[in-house]
């Protein structure tokens, strides 16, 4: 076995919740800055770069890359427990390396694909044009493209916490990647949950002086109570916020379509809202 092999397979045996207290351990912070800008050097920092971060599977068959979209780290106040969740990018339906590598490679009954890894589980959320028992699914990872997948989270050199409008303006327009962490928790249950993402959509108004993001999806926990397995209470949403201390999500729900008034079909869909006290930041991937 080569050292790389050995490597991997330690990572998975010590669990992904390692990887997560790196995390909580290493948030942009005072004791982290280098000046007064808030920019960070530390080798310990601790926003993924997501354009170059993915998790790269060994099946021998597809050993398929994928994206790393956002990640949601669930911690357990009363016992110091943490677990990492890792969202993938969406994919579609395909025949993979069917039809001879030419024509036909989706499937005529499409549906959006897309996965979440944490621990040694996977859990699959399969969106078809109506609502189906598939939906969602939770496997071994062994069992999806092999087992110990490599997970690549590149680190960014240089972060800068961005505190002030002014800072959220310059780097927005100067086109700089912005990550933002979103902290919410559940006094009642002892749970808390990190959410962290890229910040593909940021809304700078210059005549309000304030900023608005728009960002997933997201794997958005429910803490309102203790699950089995925990990656179960994971569901897809969208994350706004223009203030520090709050949060909304439009959370991924069955929905249904009514025409004239009258129920025709259920869909999955973006419609459940609900809105958390949170704590914010936003995090450039650079210097302004």
């Not at 310059?170 to 979103?182: R, W």
Request: glycine share 6%; hydrophobic share 35%; net charge neutral.
């Amino acid at each position: 076995m080569n050292k790389s092999h050995r490597s991997r397979r330690n990572f998975i045996q010590s669990g992904i919740s390692a990887a997560a207290s790196i995390l909580i351990s290493c948030k942009v912070s005072a004791h982290n800055t280098s000046d007064d800008t808030g920019e960070t050097t530390n080798e310990d920092a601790s926003c993924i770069d997501y354009g170059r971060s993915f998790i790269c599977n060994t099946g021998q068959y597809n050993s398929v890359r994928l994206w790393i979209e956002s990640r949601t780290i669930i911690i357990d106040t009363t016992t110091g427990k943490s677990t990492e969740y890792l969202q993938c990018g969406s994919c579609k339906s395909e025949d993979t390396f069917g039809a001879n590598g030419t024509r036909h490679l989706f499937f005529e009954d499409n549906y959006d694909f897309l996965p979440i890894f944490g621990g040694d589980q996977v859990l699959v959320f399969r969106r078809h044009v109506d609502i189906r028992d598939s939906y969602r699914i939770i496997r071994p990872t062994v069992q999806m493209w092999g087992g110990n997948p490599e997970i690549r989270k590149v680190k960014p050199p240089v972060i800068t916490e961005l505190t002030t409008w002014e800072q959220m303006r310059d780097a927005t327009a100067a086109g700089i990647p912005i990550v933002t962490t979103t902290e919410i928790e559940n006094r009642d249950t002892g749970l808390k949950a990190i959410i962290e993402c890229p910040c593909k959509t940021m809304n700078i108004s210059h005549v309000k002086k304030m900023y608005q993001t728009d960002n997933g999806p997201v794997a958005l926990p429910d803490l309102s109570k203790r699950y089995d397995p925990e990656i179960s209470s994971l569901s897809l949403a969208f994350i706004a916020f223009n203030k520090a201390d709050a949060a909304d999500f439009v959370v991924e729900t069955p929905t249904p379509v009514k025409v004239n008034g009258k129920e025709v079909v259920k869909v999955h869909h973006y419609s459940k809202l609900l809105s958390f006290p949170a704590k914010n930041k936003v995090i450039a991937l650079g210097k302004i």
